[in-house]
Structures are given as C-alpha cells and as structure tokens.
C-alpha cells in the first residue's frame, strides 16, 4: 500500500470513527450509565400540582390563598405540632436561602404549617420575622394530604416550592438540604420567571 492511499484511510478513518463512536455511545447511554440528569437538585413534580388552602387556617381563621401560596415562589415547611429541632433546622435554612437571593429575595416568601395547633407565634415571629405562621385543626388534613399525594412521602424533614400561581412545582426532600444548591435552582426559576 502506497503512501498517499494510507493517508488517505487515516484521513477518512480520523474523521468518521469520531462520528461512529458518539453515535454508539449515545444510543447506548443508558447500559452506560449516562441517563438523562436533571440539573436541578430538588425533585421536579410533573405535571406542576395546583394547591389550595382548603383547611388551612391562619390566626385561627381560614388562610388567604394570596396571601400563603399565590403571588410569590413559596418555600414552604409541614411540621407536626409544635416545629421540633429540625423544622427549626431547616426554617433557619429557607430563612438563609431567602436572604442570600438578594434583589429577588421579595419575590419569595417562607411559610410553616404546623398540624393540630399553632406554633409559639411570638417566639417564631422573633426569630423568623418574614415567616408567615400557618395551622391545621384536623387529624386528616385535606391541605396536608395534597402534599402526600406527590410520590414523596411527606416528612418533617422535606421543603415544598410552590410557584406564584399556586403550583406545587417541586420538592426538597433531603434531611440536610445544600442551601447553595437550592440557590441554583431558584436563581435558574426566577432567571426565566416573570411571575412572582
């Protein structure tokens, strides 16, 4: 074999193995182990969940849905009775997470939502001053259960995103939550967002 023909083949050869090869390797990227990542890293619900405040009440008295769930992204935590270590663990978080959004922070808010009676308002006022304190009366709570209803079990431990229009849109279920990493995520969400 000449010279000009090996030239020739290590031509075409370097400029269709690369070709050959990404398409192997995209067709078989699931046995490799390559699967479609989400870059977000709390746990998107599909389709986006509508929410309502059904018996959720607020001062004792029926809770405002634009006031708690509507017109602003809502980080919201379930806590049982009274909010133990860790619901203060991570109001402490979503309090941070707020903060550190700088100019969009007034495009969040916090809310807690404690079951079967109110949490000490005026400790949890001092503490967390843009919390807005939220309760259910009820064993069975229909606004607790819309929340269950979302494949992730619902625990002390998980932190709701809420969009402006009410949608339950996605989920922190991690028992330690990275804050700069639910930062990405809501700077991403509001870089693309005019709602909120």
């Known amino acids: 074999m000449n010279s000009s023909k090996r030239s020739f083949i290590i031509i075409v050869v370097a400029f269709i193995a690369p070709i050959i090869l990404g398409s192997l390797v995209y067709m078989n990227k699931e046995r490799l182990g390559m699967g479609s990542k989400t870059v977000n890293y709390g746990t ?13 009440l607020q001062k004792n008295k029926p809770a405002n849905a634009k006031e708690v769930l509507q017109g602003k992204w809502t980080l919201l935590q379930i806590s049982p009775t009274k909010c133990d270590e860790l619901c203060q663990e991570h109001l402490l978080l979503i309090k941070r997470v707020r ?48 929340f269950e209803q979302t494949n992730i079990e619902t625990k002390a431990s998980t932190i709701y995103l809420i969009d402006p229009l009410g949608n339950l849109m996605m989920v922190y279920p991690q028992a330690e939550p990275n804050v700069k ?16």
């Open 181 to 196: 990493r639910i930062i990405k995520d809501l700077k991403r969400l509001l870089k693309y967002s005019r709602l909120g």
């Open 44 to 56: 998107l619900i599909r389709p986006a969940k509508p929410t309502e405040t059904l018996d959720l």
């Open 99 to 146: 903060i550190l959004m700088n100019e969009h922070m007034r495009r969040i808010r916090t809310v807690l939502v404690t079951e079967n009676g109110e949490a000490d308002a005026t400790a949890m006022q001092t503490n967390y001053p843009d919390l807005i304190l939220t309760h259910t009366n009820t064993e069975k709570s229909k606004f607790i259960a819309q």
